[in-house]
């Protein structure tokens, strides 16, 4: 079973950026979705990027077009460029995966995924 290891320094004043990253070990799907969610306390999870084994991307509104999804596939990694951040970005990200999967439209939930890197955004 695929493993995430979240990574990335979490701290930043407002308007300035982060990349977070996320290593993938114990195998590979040939199809799937990856990308990160975020929850803040006492909000509900959100759905923040995703891309799939074909490169298509979806963003959710809320960070279009600040936030950048890539991914190295010979590392096994996946990043997250967040620019411009702002208060309402300080959150719980997670990384996650699901096999199977292809981006349509909306940011996918995932079925395995990280432990998460803490961001918080002052003002």
């Known amino acids: 079973q695929v493993q995430l290891a979240d990574s990335g320094v979490g701290s930043v004043q407002a308007g300035g950026s982060l990349r977070l990253s996320c290593t993938a070990s114990?195998?590979?799907?040939?199809?799937?979705?990856t990308g990160w969610f975020r929850q803040a306390p006492g909000k509900e999870r959100e759905g923040v990027a995703a891309?799939?084994?074909?490169?298509?991307?979806t963003y959710a509104d809320f960070v279009r077009p600040r936030f950048t999804i890539s991914e190295d596939n010979d590392k096994n990694t996946l990043h997250l460029q967040m620019n411009s951040l702002r208060s309402e970005d300080t959150a719980m990200y997670h990384c996650?995966?699901?096999?199977?999967?292809?981006?349509?439209?909306?940011?996918?939930?995932?079925?395995?995924w990280g432990s998460g890197t803490q961001v918080t955004v002052s003002s």
């Open positions: 114990g195998g590979t799907y040939v199809s799937y979705c």
């Open positions: 891309i799939d084994n074909l490169g298509r991307t």
């Open positions: 996650g995966v699901s096999p199977g999967c292809m981006v349509v439209s909306k940011v996918p939930s995932f079925s395995h």
